[in-house]
């Protein structure tokens, strides 16, 4: 923070944030810049939360119209323990049962997915895909942001 003229730095950690967008661009929440083209499902995210608990976020791309080369986003599925979403382009937000670990919610243009693990998706049910992670999963060897491709 600028304060008067001089920094102020703090010791605050701030959240890690890793992206999709586009016709399949990707930063990992370390910034770097990877470039996977196709209508792939991609892992975006997984994570070890306990022995027997994992988390997963996974994106799949599809033309984006007939006969386009380019692609747009069809699901986002959001997998924690026993509690999954699937979110689909085109499609109302499905409801979760009241016990489940996420909360989804549209916010404007955006479908923002919560958990209770300190991690969010948001998605513009297009192109673009957000994840944020809370400072609790800094240099967590479990949290992964890898644009690994699953053929469908």
Same mark, same amino acid.
């Given at each position: 923070?600028?304060e008067?003229?001089?920094?102020?730095?703090d010791?605050n950690?701030?959240?890690?944030l890793c992206?999709?967008?586009?016709?399949?661009?990707?930063?990992?929440?370390?910034?770097?810049l990877?470039d996977?083209e *196709?209508?792939?499902?991609? !892992?975006?995210?997984?994570?070890?939360? #306990?022995?027997n608990?994992?988390?997963?976020?996974?994106?799949?791309?599809?033309?984006?119209?007939?006969g386009?080369?380019?692609t747009c986003?069809?699901?986002v599925s959001v997998t924690?323990g026993?509690s999954?979403?699937?979110?689909?382009?085109?499609?109302p937000?499905?409801?979760?049962p009241e016990?489940?670990?996420?909360k989804?919610?549209?916010? *404007?243009?955006f479908?923002? !997915?919560?958990s209770?693990?300190?991690? #969010?998706i948001q998605?513009?049910?297009?192109?673009r895909v957000?994840?944020?992670?809370?400072?609790?999963?800094?240099?967590?060897?479990?949290?992964?942001?890898?644009?690994s491709i699953?053929?469908?």
């Amino acid at each position: 923070v600028c304060e008067g003229g001089s920094w102020d730095c703090d010791s605050n950690i701030c959240p890690g944030l890793c992206n999709a967008w586009g016709d399949a661009h990707f930063e990992t929440f370390d910034g770097k810049l990877y470039d996977f083209e *196709g209508t792939c499902e991609y !892992v975006l995210v997984k994570a070890r939360v #306990s022995d027997n608990v994992f988390f997963s976020v996974t994106f799949q791309n599809v033309p984006c119209g007939m006969g386009s080369k380019a692609t747009c986003g069809k699901t986002v599925s959001v997998t924690l323990g026993d509690s999954s979403l699937l979110l689909t382009r085109l499609h109302p937000l499905p409801s979760l049962p009241e016990n489940s670990r996420l909360k989804a919610t549209q916010v *404007g243009m955006f479908t923002l !997915v919560e958990s209770d693990i300190g991690i #969010s998706i948001q998605w513009d049910r297009n192109t673009r895909v957000y994840v944020t992670a809370q400072p609790i999963w800094k240099n967590k060897a479990s949290l992964l942001f890898w644009p690994s491709i699953k053929y469908v």
